[in-house]
Antibody, heavy 121, light 107 residues
Framework: EVQLVESGGGLVQPGGSLRLSCSAS????????MHWVRQAPGKGLEYVSA????????YYADSVKGRFSISRDNSKNTLYLQMSSLRAEDTAVYYC??????????????WGQGTLVTVSS | DIQMTQSPSSVSAYVGDRVSITCQAS??????LNWYQQKPGKAPKLLIY???NLETGVPSRFSGSGSGTDFTFTISSLQPEDIATYYC?????????FGGGTKVEIK
């Protein structure tokens, strides 16, 4: 059974940093692209970042470019999102999402339960 | 970025009714379109991929059609457990953009 478990969310002050982790199991993690998608409270889904299966290609939405960094450790079956210079508008539930292919362009098939990041003073 | 325009933003229907949602892409995306269902407090769930293919285990009352820029998602007979918000998503180009969502309610 595919499982994606996010952790690392919490309350952080504007300008602060946070690192999200996503622990994956039930599939060959190193074979698939992984993504982060976020959802602000009461709002729709926003695509944040992606990384190819071997980590060689990454992508960032304009809204987070230069502030967020996606990475993965295939030996630990773990995906990361390092977030810095956080703003109030980054407040959202962050979902870890598995892609169906090794490259980032393609459909998602499994989502984690999400972790809430709140940016507030 | 490819913009996805989804309508209506909300729909209210009776149990057993047919419900349709449309999604329009700002450019040709072939059939690279997903439909997701999100229930309150839960992660989205993939229902339809490649515009018209039903994900394994998804009831056959859900269907999708379209290609190019215009797509339709249909619930043939609305059930109480279908109460949720539905999103389209294109995966032709990064960023993999979503529509604004359609909230489906029971009358």
């Amino acid at each position: 059974e595919v499982q994606l478990v996010e952790s690392g969310g919490g309350l952080v002050q504007p300008g602060g940093s946070l690192r999200l982790s996503c622990s994956a199991s039930g599939f060959t993690f190193s074979s698939y692209a992984m993504h982060w998608v976020r959802q602000a409270p009461g709002k729709g889904l926003e695509y944040v970042s992606a990384i190819s299966s071997n980590g060689g290609s990454t992508y960032y939405a304009d809204s987070v470019k230069g502030r967020f960094s996606i990475s993965r450790d295939n030996s630990k079956n773990t995906l990361y999102l390092q977030m810095s210079s956080l703003r109030a508008e980054d407040t959202a539930v962050y979902y870890c999402v598995k892609g169906k292919y090794s490259y980032a362009k393609g459909e998602f098939d499994y989502w984690g339960q999400g972790t809430l990041v709140t940016v507030s003073s | 970025d490819i913009q996805m325009t989804q309508s209506p933003s909300s729909v209210s229907a009776y149990v057993g009714d047919r419900v349709s949602i449309t999604c329009q892409a700002s450019q040709d995306i072939s059939n690279y379109l997903n439909w997701y269902q999100q229930k309150p407090g839960k992660a989205p769930k993939l229902l339809i991929y490649d515009a018209s293919n039903l994900e394994t285990g998804v009831p056959s009352r859900f269907s999708g059609s379209g290609s190019g820029t215009d797509f339709t998602f249909t619930i043939s007979s609305l059930q109480p457990e279908d109460i949720a918000t539905y999103y389209c998503q294109q995966y032709d180009n990064l960023p993999l953009t979503f529509g604004g969502g359609t909230k489906v309610e029971i009358k």
